[in-house]
């Protein structure tokens, strides 16, 4: 069914079409480089000309590969809500929260009415899909995600901040629809904590996506699928982004159980592993996930994004998934 | 009603100024092998004093030292018994906060204190009296995973957590903790895993000595075990207000068989509670609670905020009682 969809959009793919979630690693002189803009010591422009020479290098380097369906690596943006945050109108930096260990953030804090002013993303995916014939994937951060990911001091409640932003969010989609792509995928990887307001989330989805033409992914991870499946499955998208070898491939079991009936994108590589899968781990994934979801339905990338990788990592493991892909295709 | 100014747990180890980067800063140079560990247990101290100094300030009565040693709120306290080995990082409940997990490998035990040294010091430290905080058995249980060619039960692994806490609580007690805390947020998720939760409280009673022992439940809706969570055999229990809109009116006419502690001030916005709002509630749960001892607390730690927003939810705590006491009057 997506297949045809993607056909009417002029998009030709092969069986097991290979892609990325989304993040790659940012070489060490962009690294240095967002370090001395934060300082003060570069301009705007000095950063963003080492964006582009980095998102070059990916989109080079995804062709060499023979990746079907590229993404722009993300190497203009910090974080996934606050690059967003950074950009709509309504929104705060906040002061540092801990992450994890010794990793902390910006929170951003939502103080006012949200706002789309102005094209986000558009840019560096023009950037980007001018650099390649393959198709770019328009790559945006969900509602419900940049919703629960920030501190809400306007909103009466979640929902309306949810849908707040929905609405503001869609214009992005409709801007990227406009400058010419046809795969967009809305990441949503908090989908999956609070399973009582799934229906927020897949309101919020709609509310971006209904009645626009294209090819919609969503990335959803950290597992906890088990409380919102099936019940996922009714996300207005065609495909769903998955984080599957960290878990063991354990939602096979859920799809046996209830189909499995959008098309998905199988993560076939550990992100959290700095080993590299030999290729008979990610075909012995592949079979598995053969023996469960038809053929046609099956894209083939990492769990989710390669950015906490090496360059020299991310690049291996895609070249892994690559080739099996590729194997299995013929 | 006696209302007394209580912080619930965990506080920012980090904030804008250098200063408050210090512990950051440390670590990343410790884990270069440019600072030794006795410096970095005095970045810990040093932290763990400003987090005292600032709860102290905004005037709270009840203080804790702001597990600002703790990893995460599970391999802080797993990572030091035997028989555990710590891995790789999952997301804490909805916090978009990551623990690291903890495998099973081999019999637990706890062969040295797990919070006790850190209790100690923020006595020292401290006018007010300190609350030490242990995560409960249920809540380490279920983030945990049985390590290859183990299948023990989940029974079995709450089992085995609780009796190396009852010898932490224990020594708590014997530390001079006059109120010790319990955290089970687990709990809300798991409500079928009750009888395991009491089974726990109840060895911890018998360790207790003089202690109180409060159990805090969080990061969910307690409203519909309110009544199983009352007849607990521990000595107090915190609630979170932040998940339910049903909570207040079912203290309000239930009432408690034991004191509360009253989370309704949000430990995971930075929106500050309209004082008259909260001053409100209280009253309507004050009109069925009579004079008993009762706390006003965060809904959970305030590590998830920033450490200008923590400051000034910590002064609200003051506010909100003032506007309550003001309009009881």
Same mark, same amino acid.
């Given at each position: ?330 | ?8 747990s ?63 709120a599970i391999s802080h306290l797993a990572g030091k018994l035997e028989g555990i ?7 804490f409940f ?5 623990f690291?997990q903890p495998v099973v490998q081999g019999q637990i035990e706890r062969t040295q204190p797990l919070v006790v040294?850190?209790f ?11 609350k030490p905080v242990l995560t409960g058995p249920l809540t380490l249980a279920r983030h945990s995973v049985e390590g290859?060619?183990r299948a023990g039960s989940l029974e079995q692994l709450i089992e085995s957590y609780a009796a190396a806490l009852t010898s932490e609580v224990s020594d708590l007690a014997a530390a001079?903790a006059s109120l010790i805390q319990i955290d089970e947020p687990s709990l809300l998720k798991h409500p079928e895993d009750l009888p395991q939760v009491e089974r726990s409280l109840e060895a911890f009673g018998a360790a207790k000595g003089s202690s109180q022992l409060m159990l805090a439940v969080y990061f969910g809706d307690p409203a519909p075990i309110y009544e199983k969570l009352q007849a607990l055999p521990v000595d107090a229990l915190c609630l979170d ?13 239930q009432?408690s068989a034991k004191p509360l502690a009253?989370?309704?001030? %949000?430990?995971?916005?930075?929106? =500050?509670?309209?004082? #008259? /709002? ?7 749960? $004050? ?13 959970c ?6 450490? %200008?927003?923590?400051?000034?939810? =910590?002064?609200?705590? #003051? /506010? ?7 309009? $009881?009057?």
């Amino acid at each position: 069914m997506s297949r045809e969809k993607l056909q009417k959009l002029g998009i030709d793919l092969p069986f097991f079409p290979t892609t990325s979630v989304g993040s790659f690693p940012k070489p060490d002189y962009l690294l240095k480089a967002r370090g001395d803009f934060a300082k003060g010591k570069i301009s705007r422009e000095d950063l963003e000309e080492k964006s582009r020479q980095a998102t070059e290098f990916w989109i080079r380097k995804q062709e060499e590969l023979g990746v079907d369906v590229l993404v722009d690596g993300e190497m203009y943006r910090g974080d996934m809500v606050a690059y967003f945050a950074e950009q709509l109108r309504g929104f705060e930096e906040g002061g540092l929260v801990r992450s994890y260990g010794n990793r902390y953030y910006h929170k951003p804090i939502i103080t006012g009415e949200v706002r789309w002013e102005a094209p986000i993303t558009v840019g560096w995916w023009k950037y980007a899909q001018d650099l390649t014939e393959k198709p770019v994937k328009g790559m945006l951060t969900g509602p419900y995600t940049v919703m629960d990911w920030s501190f809400n001091e306007f909103y009466p409640g979640r929902r309306e901040t949810c849908l707040a932003l929905a609405k503001e969010i869609r214009r992005e989609v409709e801007a990227l629809i406009a400058a010419g792509a046809k795969i967009i995928q809305i990441d949503e990887p908090a989908t999956s904590v609070r399973p009582e307001e799934l229906q927020v989330a897949i309101e919020g989805l709609r509310a971006v996506t209904e009645g626009l033409s294209a090819y919609f992914i969503t990335h959803i991870c950290y597992g906890a699928f088990e409380f919102i499946y099936p019940g996922m499955l009714e996300m207005p998208v065609d495909n769903f982004d998955l984080e599957m070898s960290n878990s063991g491939l354990d939602m096979l079991e859920l799809f046996k159980r209830h189909r499995f009936t959008k098309d998905i994108s199988f993560g076939v590589v550990d992100v959290h592993s700095h080993v590299v899968e030999e290729d008979f781990v990610v075909e012995e994934r592949l079979r598995q996930a053969l023996d469960v979801l038809p053929k046609e339905s099956i894209w083939v990338d990492p769990d989710c994004g390669l950015k906490t990788r090496t360059v020299e990592e991310a690049t291996a493991k895609l070249q892994a998934l690559v080739k099996v892909a590729k194997a299995l295709r013929d | 009603m006696e209302l007394i100014l209580a912080h619930h747990s965990s506080y920012p180890r980090i904030g804008d100024s250098a200063d408050h980067q210090l512990l950051r800063r440390t670590i990343a140079q410790w884990e270069k092998g440019e600072k030794t560990d006795a410096d970095l247990r005095a970045a810990e101290d040093r932290m763990t004093e400003l987090a005292l100094s600032d709860q102290i300030e905004a005037g709270l009565e009840i203080v804790t030292d702001g597990q600002v040693r703790w990893y995460d709120a599970i391999s802080h306290l797993a990572g030091k018994l035997e028989g555990i080995r710590i891995t790789g990082l999952l997301r804490f409940f909805d916090t978009n906060t990551y623990f690291r997990q903890p495998v099973v490998q081999g019999q637990i035990e706890r062969t040295q204190p797990l919070v006790v040294g850190d209790f100690q010091f923020a006595k020292g430290k401290s006018s007010r009296p300190v609350k030490p905080v242990l995560t409960g058995p249920l809540t380490l249980a279920r983030h945990s995973v049985e390590g290859d060619g183990r299948a023990g039960s989940l029974e079995q692994l709450i089992e085995s957590y609780a009796a190396a806490l009852t010898s932490e609580v224990s020594d708590l007690a014997a530390a001079g903790a006059s109120l010790i805390q319990i955290d089970e947020p687990s709990l809300l998720k798991h409500p079928e895993d009750l009888p395991q939760v009491e089974r726990s409280l109840e060895a911890f009673g018998a360790a207790k000595g003089s202690s109180q022992l409060m159990l805090a439940v969080y990061f969910g809706d307690p409203a519909p075990i309110y009544e199983k969570l009352q007849a607990l055999p521990v000595d107090a229990l915190c609630l979170d207000f932040t998940y339910s809109s049903s909570l207040v009116g079912i203290v309000s006419t239930q009432g408690s068989a034991k004191p509360l502690a009253l989370g309704l001030v %949000d430990g995971r916005n930075t929106r =500050l509670e309209d004082p #008259r /709002t909260v001053a409100g509630q209280l009253e309507k749960i $004050a009109r069925r609670l009579g004079s008993a001892r009762t706390w006003l607390s965060p809904s959970c730690g305030f590590e998830y905020l920033p450490r %200008d927003r923590a400051q000034l939810k =910590l002064k609200h705590l #003051r /506010t909100i009682r003032e506007e309550f006491l003001g309009s $009881a009057e």
